[in-house]
């Protein structure tokens, strides 16, 4: 990477920010320092604050305090666009494209004066050439797939010459194979002396990339570090405060298929959407299957037609326990003994305005929770209770509101409210995104105890960590089609990259389609 | 965009005490902009404000009015809150009142002699059926062909208007009316009798305090009644839960037009005794600032029915002692629900001074925050 | 010349809905436009100004609705709902002192050789209004598509979130786009009260603000079919006056629910495929926006 002289000043340097919300504090005398040239990686589990920060670093959040110097001068960003004055770029972890216009017009939205469109596409071709990376300035955004709309956003940054780049959790939407092309391009502009912040919670890539760390934790700074010079335990000790515990998976003979895709298609009602083609899936009594893949490869359109919320015209079979349940809604598969965690904990799988008890109807209605068209109070309440109780959902009675229990903790209790109907499919998406690692640990339990007892689960994640280490078997969603099912330990993970860029069944390829 | 001094703030729960102080203050705002509005009109606030609000009551046939005017409120609200939770939007309550005055006038004026004492429950029946169908359309065209409810049950209360008009300038006008367009005037068989006397409060309104308290269990006890709600807060969620939208949409809609059509027959068969063109000043419409003003309660609903029968008879005391339009009742309402509207804010945010906090006392606060 | 107003009136929706914003109060800053320009006229008997009452009078309801809506944060539907009924009775109070007062409308000019034509002749009298309407279409259309306020009047209404994170002034669009519907309202309502019917009478929009509202969802959010829906619509109005000079014996009401009914009608052919919406509508159509972190 870049070596420096020791005298030179910080590009950015924070100290003692500090910013808190009603409910938390997100940021506690925070202090950041980022040289020329350097690759800084901001280190944290889901929660730690490392979004906060940045959003203060990009002017769209004001901190309560603390001090801000760019290049050693005392500054306050008031808003984005003063930071892009600043030369402060910003790539975002969801992107803030439009899908309805053209790759030239958002760029062109992004920028602060306005350009002729075809000087602009010109610069475009301009900056995409020097960095490898081909972006077409004419296309509709929602054409396009995640690997491409990244592009464009880092092309849109390049083109006001930032002297900081921040990338927000970039690699999460990348096959391993683009993910090395992305290094490639930091890693040049680096040598230019532009800074790099990169936040992630990946330790290999910021062993891989960065030269230089902070580690967040709950908000706080709880070391700096040369990657370089760290292990993936040692960082790991550090973000969390603990050794990485590994859940126990005794292997276990499955029984007879519960829930049964064949040859099953479906078109997407939405036209942004992915179409699903012939997958095949079979999970049985006593496994859990997983299925990997970036997202916008079909996996909400998997799990709507799984869960019944989307009923269009499809082709091929869907059962559930035996049963034909392609024609049959929400309700009716639970009474076959599905149940279902969304990736949508507020909005779906809860009514943020509503309390936990009302919430335990959403679902509880198929379980004695609502009788001869009344809802059954007591019984809601007393369930309610329990699984509170048993799933350790801390900050929260049976009257708190939904939302304003914390991700994780509302997590817990969703997962728990289902595991609790006793189900005999067990369907969970992104079990852990967003939520505190003490509560992913429980819900990984929560699962696995689930399969030992017999049921069959079907997990639907991006977290490749989080698959390989509860799943008996994990299959790779691209394109709408799923590969067959491998066991755990048969794939590397550059096998599960060349088949999330859609080489199915030929692992030994790397057909680079990013 | 500015900077105010003041910052707005989201609270960390949504404040139950705002939730019912809001629609008070609201009332005062009202009351302070009308004496505000008086006194610019020329007239001694005070004075207009007691004829508007306190003289209309002050008797017992005042009284009766003040009943009697609540009442199709009342029953329209109920109706139209049911629907508002859902998120359905059903604007056509005033049309819905009149194809229930139709409907039901049409079983008083041709089988008021022959169901004997059956007839007024027919009637009733036959008011909310209409009311119910009219609803029906909307409700159709939203499930089946996605279309707004509010733009087709709006486009519904004019075409309404224009069937009644034309229904009692032809079929059914009265021969002996000297050619208005009206229909007969009801026998005494067909009215609703009245409650006490000195009043022309009828039997209606204890019909619509019984629906209030159905509603009430409906909304709160029921599982049609969750589902509703469930529907209207999270419809991602309803869906995940499995209940059907389509159903939804039509319960909500169809009873709003049920009790729409309900409150029709009953100022027909009530008040007003017989079928004429015009036999509503916006009721349907008032009905819906009632709701709102309700908060979307059974018992809000009651009370807000009450307030704003009160202003409807303040528009008329008025206009006999100040010689002011009468329609300085629309007025007021609507700056009463605009303020309404404002108020809410209040339950979900909260105002702070803006000022740079130390980070000491930040970490004081959120310390003793639970 | 019936269209006219429902081309100003929808035009100005457009641009508010494309933003992202619902408002429903078109109906009573017509009629509140309408009055204005009335009594202006009516009292100075100068036009110009009246109709600049009328937009006067039109933009500040507009800026209640916004400021109710985007500061405050308010439910889009409550409060253009409250802005019609509010519009409906102020104007009824204003204005009863003008009911039967005379005014002189506009005068219209016949195209010279167009209007000679049998049964659409009269449809080549133009005046400025309806001049004018045409070059509202031709300004909004190429506002939308070429300009870079359009663009950004677009990405607003697609995501508000996004384009605040761009650092785009979210509100402030919203409050124009919300302003400059209350000023094509204020217009079309003039024109009711000084061209259309030149007279004022409690309520004499009749549902017009509504038809405007549908056009919109009929037109697909695209200026090209409000402009085609407009003269739909206005055909279908007129044709009343045709029917009765034909002898057919259908009660005048019934001809008068024409237009009330073929919207129905025109919404639900338009909106049976959901696609057609989903590929059109502004996705942040009617959804608050809250700047706050």
Partial sequence: ?514 | MFDWPLRLEKRPRPSAAMRVAAPAAATLAMLVTGYIAFALLGKNPLDALHTYFISPISSVYGFGELLLKATPLMMCALGLAIGFKANVWNIGAEGQFTLGAISGGGVALFWGNTLGSLTLPAMLIAGALGGAAWAAIPALLRSRFHTSEILVSLMLVYIAQLFLSWIVRVPWRDPTGFNFPQSKVFDDAVLLPTLFEGGRTTIAFPIALCLAAAAWFFLSRTFAGYRLRVAGLAPAAANYAGFSERWNIWLALLVGGATAGLAGICEVAGPIGRLQPSISPGYGFAAIIVAFIGRLHPVGIVLASLLLSLLYLGGESVQLELQLPSAVSGLFQGTLLFYLLGAELFVVHRLRRARRETAAEVIAEVVQTP | MAATPLIYAALGELVTERAGVLNLGVEGMMLVGALAAFAVGATTGNLPLAYLAAMGAAVVLSLLFAFLTLTLQANQVATGLALTLFGLGASAFAGRSYTGLPITGLQSIAIPWMSEWPVIGPLFHVDIPVCGSILLFVAVDVFLKRTRGGLQLRAVGESPDVAHSLGQPVTRIRYLAVMFGGATSGIAGAYLSTAVTPMWVEGMSAGRGWIALALVVFATWKPLRVLLGAYLFGGVTVLQLYAQGFGLEIPSEFFSMLPYAATIVVLGLICRDPRTIRLSQPASLGQSFHPDA
């Fill in chain 1, 1 to 514: 990477m870049s070596s420096r002289p020791a005298n030179q000043k910080p590009r950015l340097a924070l100290r003692g920010i500090v910013k808190r919300y009603p409910s938390t504090l997100a940021s506690d005398h925070v202090d950041l320092t980022v040289g020329v040239g350097q690759i800084h990686a901001l280190l944290g589990e889901n929660g730690a604050g490392k979004s906060t920060l940045m959003k203060i670093v990009y002017g769209l959040v004001r901190p309560d305090a603390g001090v801000i110097e760019w290049n050693a001068e005392r500054v306050t960003i008031a808003s984005p666009a003063q930071a892009r004055r600043l030369g402060i770029g910003m790539v975002f972890q969801h992107f803030s494209l439009f899908e309805t216009l053209t790759v030239a017009e958002n760029i062109s939205l992004a920028m602060d004066e306005a350009i002729r469109p075809n000087e602009l596409a010109a610069r475009i071709e301009v900056v995409s050439a020097q960095y490898g990376i081909p972006v077409e300035p004419h296309r509709l955004v929602h054409n396009m797939s995640v690997g491409e709309r990244q592009r464009v956003e880092i092309v849109r940054c390049l083109l006001q010459s930032p002297r900081l780049l921040i990338m927000d959790e970039p690699t999460s939407v990348l096959t391993p194979q683009a993910v090395l092309k992305l290094f490639e391009t930091l890693r040049q502009l680096a040598s230019e002396g532009v800074s790099i912040l990169y936040i992630s919670h990946k330790l290999d890539e910021i062993c891989a990339l960065c030269d230089s760390a902070t580690v967040l934790r709950a908000g706080r700074v709880v070391g700096v570090a040369d990657p370089r010079n760290e292990t993936r335990q040692s960082l790991a000790r550090m973000m969390v405060g603990t050794e990485l515990k590994k859940c126990e998976l005794r292997p276990r003979e499955p029984g007879i298929p519960r829930l049964e895709l064949r040859d099953f298609s479906m078109a997407s009602l939405d036209p942004f959407g992915t179409t699903l083609s012939e997958i095949n899936l079979t999970v049985r009594e006593g496994e859990i299957v997983g299925i990997a893949g970036v997202s916008g490869n079909g996996q909400r359109e998997l799990l709507a037609a799984l869960s019944g919320e989307i009923s269009g015209r499809h082709s091929g079979e869907l059962r559930i326990c035996g049963q034909p349940a392609a024609p049959l809604d929400p309700a009716q598969r639970r009474q076959l003994g599905l149940t279902f965690v969304p990736e949508e904990r507020l909005g779906r799988g809860s009514v943020p305005a509503m309390s936990l008890t009302q919430n335990a109807v959403l679902t509880g209605s198929n379980f004695g929770l609502v009788r001869n068209g009344l809802v059954r109070g007591g019984a809601a309440r007393a369930f309610t209770r329990e699984t509170i109780a048993a799933f350790q959902v801390k900050g929260a009675n049976e009257d708190s509101l939904a939302q304003s229990l914390s991700g994780g903790n509302l997590q817990k209790f969703i997962v728990g409210r289902e595991v609790r109907f006793a189900p005999k499919v067990m369907i969970v998406a992104q079990p852990t995104w967003g939520v505190d690692i003490g509560a992913a640990q429980l819900i990984h339990q929560a699962l696995i105890d689930l399969r030992d007892r017999g049921v069959a689960v079907l997990v639907v994640s991006e977290d490749l960590e989080e698959l390989f280490m509860i799943c008996d078997s994990v299959g790779v969603l691209a394109g709408g089609r799923l590969s067959q099912l491998y066991g755990a330990g048969e794939l590397t993970s550059a096998e599960v990259g060349s088949l999330m860029s859609g080489a199915i069944g030929k692992h030994d390829e790397v057909r680079d389609r990013v």
